[in-house]
């Protein structure tokens, strides 16, 4: 086989067999096909699809090559994945909440690039806090308390860690079938008995139109299935943050009060709506609308905070009831009248301004800026009433993040 | 500029600035912009294609990521260019010809690869012919003969050379774009006057159809107008082999014959065609008719054959009335019927088994091995009739040759 001609194949239109895809991604991986080759078959992918059996069949050659996880207890296996969109803090309240219910909850998990936070960088903000378990720590914090967060090892989906930086500088992200070889390979790979996955739509997600979300949530259900991986998706609007608080820091007191039993109702909401297809699944529920009061009722109990502290605890974290944030200023309404617009690429490039976020790989962030939105779409609003609260340290990033923010706000006169 | 910006702007069906594009292929040049983006970006203009306006700024900066030939002579210049086919030595005949007008032709050429042949290759089956003059050398044979075929100077169109070499293991060379610029940025660094296009179409060929051809031959032309070069094209069929003889030391043989004013009548005929336009664009006849018939008397006078034997001894090569070929044998009609196809792509492919071809870059070639056709389209023919005389050493690849031959005949019946 000759790599050319299977990048020949693709750019003809022609459907890939899963002999030709192995041979290019396991010569990826070892060195022998070069990243040059891998980037023009990227792209020739993108621009002329792949159709569910080859979407199933590079799925599956990204997940084998690399090992998964053992299956460490006789729990049930669940995880919840999300295409990112701002203020997504749902995973740090739905592993815990599900051990709760004697699952187990082994959440491979990301960090942030771009606009969309990511939940390494969230937990990050908690001291001592550590991403970086190996296997053995995993199987046992699962053992012991039956949810992790952390980052994936070098030895899961090799394929996809060496893809993903090459797709992220050489155009060839936005792909559905790159994507979702990208997001099932890695879940494959925890060994689940039932996954959710949370596919976004708006300005604050990857996908900003509702078709485009739908493609991919229909081909990530679809692939999940082809691997007899038990899949279900969930659309969620992102044409406003989740809940009130984005930033890292933010973002985790927000998700403890959720674990509290208050919080923000869409977050609490939504978290219960991603969780209660895998209750079901499992066998912990008959239907869902039972498991949503379950759910809840277990929300209410304190239970899922103390695990998320035990959680915390077993990764070196110190857990505190708040993360201390950086200085808070307001902006205020220029007008009165309703709130049509939040724009999420605006409101996400503000975070990068302060510092929160990332512009590229490995940049640092700071946990403690972010900010707090006091209204949602829809909100009746005075002049001069406080519509958001910005955290930052030492006035970085706050004259670029205001006006970004007060460029993202619209407000409807009557 | 972001390369990975730009990509995504292609990707995306957007048009590129001529500063996007010079940006591209300075930083490709220079080392900035690695392999992995330029193809990447190679494979997004194959499919998403370009515009009149970016094919002219690309032809542009990547002539102009080199140097220009000097103007040696105060002679008007011309040359030709060829899409490449098989049996296609038309250049070896056209430039000691149009030579004798008192025109400079300054040709650099290329090598083989594929099923069809380089001009470089084939005037190296005479022994010790240079094909790497420096532009010193190119300019005092021009001064002196008025005619050089050799090779592209590494200070000619650097960004061509290495994008070409990309574009060969990458699936991204059938792009009308890619393919107008890299013709055209070379034949530009010629400091033309006039340039005739051979846009060739059929089996032989890498325009397999019709159309393909005719839209290349159209980008060609329209490119080469908007450079302000006076530019034409000529299309021409090669779903048979151009005259008899195929193969290296074979078609300088048949090229002598047609210098001598014998030879077969199509190589004669399309050498005129081509350099017809030429003649009158540079004012050497009024009209195309009255320019055929000058160069048909010119071809008979001899004096284009002592042209040729000057450049090959300015070139260092030995003259010889004939290169001596390897053992031949023939094959036989299994039929009687008509001639219905001589399929290209397996006659090339023949070529190489033979040792006479090279199927990847930097093989050697064996220049005394090749074929002459002893059949047209449309010829009838006898069971038992040779068809075909095979030039081949100590037997290499001749089983392999004569099966492709085999295959790549087909006599209708009665």
Redesign the interface.
């Known amino acids: 086989m000759l790599?050319?001609?299977i990048?020949?194949k693709?750019?003809d239109h022609e459907k890939l067999s899963r002999e030709e895809i192995e041979f290019i991604l396991n010569g990826f991986v070892d060195g022998t096909v070069?990243?040059?080759?891998?980037?023009?078959?990227?792209?020739?992918i993108?621009?002329?699809g792949m159709d569910s059996e080859e979407i199933a069949n590079l799925t599956y050659c990204m997940w084998k090559s690399g090992i998964s996880l053992n299956r460490s207890t006789d729990r049930p296996r669940v995880d919840k994945h999300s295409t990112g969109g701002l203020g997504d803090k749902t995973s740090l309240i739905l592993a815990p909440l599900l051990a709760c219910f004697d699952l187990d909850v082994p959440m491979l998990s990301g960090r942030g690039l771009g606009i969309t936070g990511g939940t390494l960088d969230k937990l990050e903000a908690i001291e001592g806090f550590r991403c970086d378990l190996n296997q053995s720590e995993i199987d046992r914090q699962l053992r012991s308390i039956g949810c992790v967060i952390t980052g994936t090892t070098p030895d899961i989906t090799p394929a996809d860690r060496k893809l993903y930086a090459?797709r992220?500088?050489?155009?060839?992200v936005p792909s559905v079938a790159l994507i979702t070889a990208s997001i099932l390979s890695k879940k494959l790979a925890e060994s689940l008995d039932a996954l959710v996955l949370d596919v976004k739509f708006g300005t604050g997600a990857f996908m900003q139109t509702y078709d485009a979300a739908q493609a991919l949530s229909d081909s990530l259900v679809r692939t999940g299935q082809q691997m007899r991986q038990k899949t279900f998706s969930i659309m969620s609007d992102m044409n406003q943050p989740l809940g009130r608080m984005v930033g890292n820091g933010c973002e985790v007191n927000e998700s403890l009060d959720v674990l509290r039993g208050s919080g923000p109702v869409p977050v609490r909401e939504l978290t219960l709506q991603l969780s209660a297809p895998l209750m079901v699944a499992t066998g912990r529920a008959e239907t869902e609308p039972q498991a949503m009061v379950m759910l809840s009722k277990k929300l209410d109990s304190g239970e899922p905070l103390d695990r998320f502290q035990k959680m915390v605890e077993y990764q070196s974290g110190k857990f505190v009831d708040a993360i201390p944030l950086a200085t808070a200023s307001v902006l205020k309404c220029p007008r009165t009248g309703t709130i049509e617009n939040l724009h999420g690429q605006l409101i996400g490039q503000a975070v990068i301004e302060l510092g929160g976020g990332r512009s590229k790989l490995g940049d640092p962030i700071d946990h403690s800026v972010g900010m707090e939105f006091l209204v949602r779409l829809g909100d009746k609003v005075n002049e001069g009433q406080p519509w958001v609260r910005i955290f930052c340290n030492a006035g970085r990033g706050l004259a670029e993040a205001t006006a970004l923010l007060n460029r993202g706000l619209t407000i409807q006169g009557d």
């Open positions: 790599a050319s001609s990048i020949a693709k750019r070069p990243d040059y080759q891998m980037s023009a078959l990227a792209m020739a993108l621009c002329r090459l992220d500088v050489t155009g060839t």
